[in-house]
């Protein structure tokens, strides 16, 4: 009696009517079902849209990545062949010393003889004595042994420089000793 005012007529009611009510009643489940499904799309979607998302962005931090890879192997190239083009340069250039280079050698050579000579002119004219190339020969060697070596005590490094040394203070010696047994 106290139930819904729906119920107590329902009897009365035709069948059609009744079938409308479960009809709706079915409407109504389907509705909430399909509302449902319409949020569970939603949510999919936006868990879609979302993985999509992250996925363009971890694509452009790997883009922006290969770049920065790709512009550091550029300045490597760029600084590789800027060395290979300055070895080159320096490699013309040591060709082009070389040639400069042996010049001045022979040039060198030409006065460390020269000297050799010179200084046994000087030493004849000091002393008074007729300049004999064969009795002064072994002083103009001794003079040029001491000229060579004297450079090439200045010149090298390391052996090369202590043997360079010897020989320049022997023919030094050697000198002294040729000038003591020619003019005593």
């Not at 009809?23 to 489940?29: D, S, Y």
């Not at 399909?34 to 363009?56: C, G, H, P, T, V």
């Not at 512009?71 to 190239?77: D, W």
């Amino acid at each position: 009696m106290f139930g819904r005012s729906g119920d107590i007529f329902e009897e009365e009611k035709p069948e059609e009517e009744k079938l409308t009510r479960a009809q709706r009643k079915e409407e109504r489940l389907q509705e909430k079902e399909r509302k449902r499904q319409e949020k569970e799309d939603l949510r999919q979607q936006k868990a879609a849209f979302e993985e999509e998302m992250k996925n363009r962005e971890l694509e452009r931090k790997r883009q922006k990545q290969i770049e920065k890879e790709d512009e550091k192997n550029a300045k490597l190239a760029l600084k590789a062949t800027k060395k290979i083009e300055k070895a080159e340069r320096r490699l013309e250039k040591k060709e082009k010393h070389s040639v400069k280079n042996i010049v001045l050698l022979v040039l060198l050579c030409i006065i460390c003889f020269a000297s050799g000579f010179g200084a046994a002119l000087l030493v004849t004219w000091l002393n008074g004595v007729s300049f004999d190339i064969f009795a002064i020969l072994p002083f103009v060697v001794l003079v040029d042994v001491f000229a060579f070596s004297t450079a090439s005590f200045f010149q090298s490094d390391g052996k090369r420089e202590i043997i360079s040394g010897a020989c320049s203070l022997l023919s030094l010696a050697g000198g002294i000793a040729e000038l003591a047994w020619l003019f005593h």
